[in-house]
């Protein structure tokens, strides 16, 4: 098929094997499928996260923390039949949800996967923000809570650390629809069922890029979403070539975003600083 499924806008023959900007093919290649415990508490409970960490990815940060999985090429092809096998296999180990992390360019293959078997469990939406309104609406009334990232505010960081001079308005709209979709929070026995949780990832050297986030989401959306404050960065991948994010955050640093979250009263979560560590990296072992 020709694919156009994200905002990179391929356009060229994606077979089940080979893909275009994302690197990967139409059947999905998994990284990693397990309870993770080290996600937001109302996301990871007692019992965790059922997490299905996707290969590939449409956007491609040069810092990315999961550069092993989204650009490397780890990552084992499966079928959606038997994607949908994991989903039962993960809910017999007693996790809160189903999380997809990194789906983008596998909506098509999720949307069959739950054909063959739909969790009784909120199914999670775990992305890098930058989605196509169009794709998203194929997920309307299957998707219970969305995880979106909101990197940028300044499309010129966007173009440099992602090659995307039009993310901060493609992830506004994307969350827009997310919204749209699901409502304000609902959160039962300490978990959350459905709604939106917002996550920004602080960048050293790009404090200001974090606040006008902030900002952003407080003006847009304000008690509608959580807000997820993310302090583990960590320098990677190809982050050596950038002097400025060659070094993890400091402490002053990402006080100023914290001042911000607190003075715009944003509801969510604070990582706490010592959360950057590649100790958090999932371990990639699907298939092996
Ligand atoms: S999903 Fe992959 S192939 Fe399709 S448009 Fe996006 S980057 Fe290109």
């Avoid at 949908?84 to 990194?102: D, K, P, Q």
Wanted: aromatic share 10%.
């Amino acid at each position: 098929m020709l694919c156009d499924l994200c905002p990179r806008e391929c356009h060229i023959e994606r077979t089940e094997r080979q893909g275009g900007y994302c690197g990967v093919g139409t059947l999905p290649k998994i990284a990693r499928i397990a309870p993770h415990y080290d996600e937001e508490p109302i996301l990871s409970g007692t019992g965790g996260a059922g997490t299905v960490f996707f290969s590939g990815c449409s956007l491609r940060c040069v810092y990315c923390q999961n550069h092993e999985i989204s650009a490397d090429d780890f990552g084992t092809y499966i079928t959606p039949y038997q994607l949908s096998e994991e989903y039962r296999r993960l809910e017999a180990m007693g996790v809160h949800n189903i999380e997809f992390v990194t789906p983008t360019h596998y909506i098509d293959a999720i949307l069959e996967s739950l054909c063959y078997y739909r969790p009784k469990l909120p199914l999670v939406y775990n992305s890098s923000g930058y989605e196509k309104v169009e794709s998203l609406k194929k997920l309307d009334g299957v998707i219970d809570i969305y995880l979106p990232d909101f990197k940028y505010s300044n499309n010129t960081l966007a173009h440099r650390l992602s090659a995307c001079a039009d993310y901060a308005e493609t992830a506004a709209a994307a969350i827009e629809e997310m919204l749209r979709q699901v409502g304000a929070p609902v959160m039962e026995d300490k978990l959350m069922k459905r709604g939106v949780m917002i996550r920004h990832l602080v960048l050293p050297s790009h404090v200001k890029n974090s606040i006008g986030v902030l900002e952003i989401i407080k003006e847009k959306w304000d008690s509608s979403v959580l807000v997820s404050l993310m302090s583990q960065y960590f320098p990677t991948g190809k982050a050596d070539q950038y002097p400025d994010i060659n070094r993890r955050i400091t402490l002053r640093e990402y006080q100023k975003v914290l001042d911000k979250l607190y003075e715009l009263e944003l509801d969510g979560f604070a990582q706490e600083l010592e959360s950057a560590d590649k100790k958090y990296v999932p371990k990639w072992n699907y298939g092996n």
